[in-house]
C-alpha cells in the first residue's frame, strides 16, 4: 500500500478498496448478501463493520459510513436493519445523522416493518434507538425529537434511558405523562437518575403506580434499584395494599 491515506488501494477481505470504489453500490450489494467476506461471518454487516474499522482514519471510511446510511431506506427490511445496526454501534459515523431527518419525515419504511433480525420490534423501534445512541446534551435538535418520541405512546422505550443520561432534568418534569403512556419507560428512568446520583423517593413514588402494567417492574426495582430506602418506598408504591 502506497500513497495518501485516501488514495491508497486497501484490500478488505476478498474487496479492494481503491478512490474509484463505488461505495454505495458495494454497501448495497454487501447488505443483500452478495458477498465481500471469506469468513464466517453471521451476517452480511460483519464484513461493513470490520471494513470500517480498518478504513478507520483514512477518507473511506467517511465514504462507507455514508453509503451505509443510505442503506437506511433502502427497498428491502433486511438491509434496512442492518444499516440501523451499523448507525447504532457508530453514531458518530458520517451520514449516522440521518436518523434525525428520516424521524422527522416519512416513517413508511420503519413504523409497522417487522424487523427481521429481531423479532418482537419493528424498524420504527431500531431508528428510535439510533437516535438514542447518538443523543448528546448539546444536541438540541435530537433532545427536542427524543422527547417528542417518549411523549408519544409507546414509543418511549427504546429511548428513555439515553434522553435521560442526556437530559435528566427534561425527563423529570415530563416523566409521570412519558410513563403514563409508556409504562415500561418508568424503572428505566429511575435507574438512569439513581446512576446520574439523582433522589429517588419523591418521584419514584409518583411513578411507580404508574407503572402497574409494566410486569417486570417489581421484580427488576427489587433487583436493581441499590438504595434500601428508596428501593422499599418505590415498592410500596407500587403495592400501597401490601
Not at 451476517?43 to 478504513?55: N, V
Not at 413504523?111 to 427481521?116: I, M
Not at 434507538?129 to 427504546?158: I, K, N, S, V, Y
Not at 418521584?203 to 422499599?232: H, K, V, Y
Request: a negative charge; glycine letters at 8%.
Amino acid at each position: 500500500m502506497t500513497g495518501r491515506a485516501d488514495d491508497q488501494a486497501i484490500r478488505v477481505d476478498t474487496v479492494t478498496i481503491t478512490a474509484a470504489t463505488d461505495f454505495d453500490a458495494l454497501v448495497l450489494d454487501v447488505l443483500r448478501g452478495a458477498g465481500g467476506s471469506y469468513r464466517d461471518d453471521s451476517a452480511p454487516l460483519d464484513w461493513i463493520t470490520r471494513g470500517y474499522r480498518q478504513l478507520r482514519g483514512t477518507g473511506y471510511a467517511g465514504r462507507l459510513a455514508r453509503a451505509v446510511a443510505g442503506c437506511l431506506t433502502a427497498a428491502e427490511p433486511a438491509v434496512r436493519a442492518q444499516a440501523l445496526i451499523f448507525v447504532q454501534a457508530e453514531p458518530r459515523a458520517a451520514g449516522a445523522d440521518r436518523v434525525l431527518d428520516l424521524l422527522s419525515g416519512d416513517r413508511s419504511l420503519f413504523a409497522g416493518v417487522p424487523d427481521p433480525l429481531h423479532p418482537g420490534v419493528d424498524l420504527e423501534w431500531q431508528l428510535l434507538a439510533a437516535l438514542a445512541a447518538q443523543l448528546d446534551p448539546a444536541d438540541e435538535r435530537g433532545l427536542r425529537l427524543a422527547r417528542a418520541e417518549a411523549l408519544r405512546p409507546g414509543h418511549a422505550e427504546p429511548l428513555i434511558g439515553a434522553l435521560t443520561a442526556a437530559a435528566p432534568d427534561l425527563v423529570i418534569a415530563d416523566a409521570e405523562a412519558i410513563v403514563r403512556g409508556t409504562p415500561a419507560a418508568g424503572l428505566t428512568i429511575l435507574i438512569a437518575l439513581q446512576r446520574a446520583g439523582r433522589e429517588l423517593i419523591p418521584l419514584g413514588r409518583r411513578l411507580a403506580p404508574l407503572c402497574r402494567a409494566d410486569p417486570r417492574f417489581a421484580t427488576d426495582a427489587a433487583r436493581f434499584i441499590d438504595d434500601p430506602a428508596a428501593r422499599a418506598a418505590i415498592l410500596a408504591a407500587f403495592h400501597p395494599e401490601a
